[in-house]
């Protein structure tokens, strides 16, 4: 293990946090463990196990070397006491939930989440006796007025996704104290490069690792990272859910990781002046930014963030038909569904993530016809932004 007690800056910690210093073989990198199984010499050594007297793994669903060191990395880059791995975003987010929560308790979910977010308290929560409240994210009476003495669990992102709105994570934390109920940030758009919401007394950070920590697009994982107490019986629940992240992947996020200070900061960057560019833009109706000071989140922003992520949404001006002509004449951004990537990539919400959606439910949730999510990768931001300007002329 690298020595945990001195505690590195960000872009060190990415780098060398969990990994052991000596590894097998002396390899450099940390090697992938793909094995389902792991034996014991004789059954003293199963005795040991099971007493409790020996800490080491039996069956790879529990755990596994590899997934232990991507784990212990992503802890020592949130300041977290212990975390988890799991098979994708959505999967940490359900476990987490469903260890948290018992028939006939409550949870509120702010309704600017992720739409399978969303969808899991909707159609699942609610389907086994656990009601869901959806408040809107900016709406902080709203959010005080849905607690019951059954409520258990806040739930929000913080940049939500697609609209970048920012919670106030102090207050929320404020909020649910007394309540007695627990605070759940999937801060997957800021990541710990920008936010870590466990210094403002969040009890438990969500990460979707495929985007900006696996940062290649080529894997899926999510994590959980909190105190040892709650981590250890979401972990009982992993178990048997049995979500556990594969050997392969888990090197994958490693070696992801090991350049994610670098990538967070060109991305922090090129965000900013393609949402200053864009908010000059005679063709752009409004852009959604939280580092533009017109973002009526900015100064929470500020306050909580030390950068402001890589994602910028805006409204372009003109219809749905105007508005994919501008999506077709990109050049340097793929179409598609993800972010956090070295590649840009740009959506168009309403009809990549909302299409189950009638047109006047999409519109409630506030996913015009014109909104566009562009997700910026490390590309050169003179290309993307020249790029952006050729398109929104053909608009
Ligand atoms: C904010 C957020 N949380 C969770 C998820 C789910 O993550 P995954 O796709 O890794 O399951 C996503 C996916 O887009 C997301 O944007």
Do not use: W
């Not at 992947?249 to 002046?273: D, E, P, S, W």
């Not at 990549?352 to 590309?379: F, K, M, N, P, T």
């Amino acid at each position: 293990m690298s020595d945990r007690s001195q505690k590195n800056r960000l872009s060190t910690t990415a780098v060398h946090g969990g990994e052991e210093r000596v590894k097998a073989g002396h390899s450099l990198t940390t090697p992938i463990v793909q094995t389902s199984t792991y034996t014991f010499r004789d059954s003293a050594e199963v005795d040991d196990f099971i007493s409790g007297r020996v800490q080491r793994i039996d069956y790879g669903r529990y755990g596994n070397p590899t997934q232990r060191a991507a784990e212990l990395k992503l802890v020592e880059l949130e300041g977290a006491e212990d975390g988890l791995l799991f098979a994708s975003g959505m999967n940490a987010v359900t476990t987490t939930l469903l260890a948290m929560l018992s028939h006939g308790q409550h949870a509120i979910i702010l309704d600017d989440c992720y739409r399978k977010t969303r969808q899991f308290g909707e159609k699942v929560l609610k389907r086994y006796g656990i009601d869901v409240t959806f408040v809107p994210p900016g709406d902080y009476e709203a959010i005080e007025g849905a607690f019951r003495p059954n409520t258990r669990v806040l739930v929000t992102e913080s940049p939500t996704n697609p609209h970048l709105n920012v919670l106030d994570l102090p207050r929320l934390v404020a909020m649910a104290k007394p309540n007695l109920v627990k605070v759940i940030i999937d801060s997957t758009f800021a990541t710990p490069y920008n936010q870590r919401p466990l210094e403002f007394g969040v009890d438990l950070v969500i990460h979707s690792a495929t985007k900006y920590l696996g940062g290649h697009n080529d894997l899926m994982a999510g994590a959980v990272l909190g105190p040892a107490g709650l981590i250890s019986a979401i972990k009982d629940f992993r178990g048997i859910m049995g979500g556990t992240i594969d050997p392969h992947c888990a090197y994958l996020l490693i070696r992801g990781v090991k350049t994610f200070a670098l990538r967070m900061a060109r991305q922090n960057a090129t965000a900013q002046r393609m949402a200053e560019f864009l908010e000059g833009h005679p063709k752009v109706r409004r852009v959604y930014y939280p580092g533009l000071k017109s973002h009526p989140h900015h100064d929470v922003a500020r306050e909580q963030m030390s950068g402001f992520g890589g994602v910028v949404s805006f409204d372009v001006a003109g219809g749905l038909a105007q508005t994919l002509k501008f999506v077709d004449h990109l050049r340097v951004p793929y179409i598609g569904p993800s972010l956090g990537g070295v590649e840009s990539m740009v959506s168009h919400p309403a009809t990549v993530s909302y299409y189950e959606l009638s047109r006047e439910e999409r519109l409630e949730v506030g996913i015009l016809d014109e909104l566009i999510r562009y997700a910026v990768g490390v590309e050169d931001p003179e290309d993307l932004i020249e790029d952006l300007g050729k398109a929104l002329e053909k608009v």
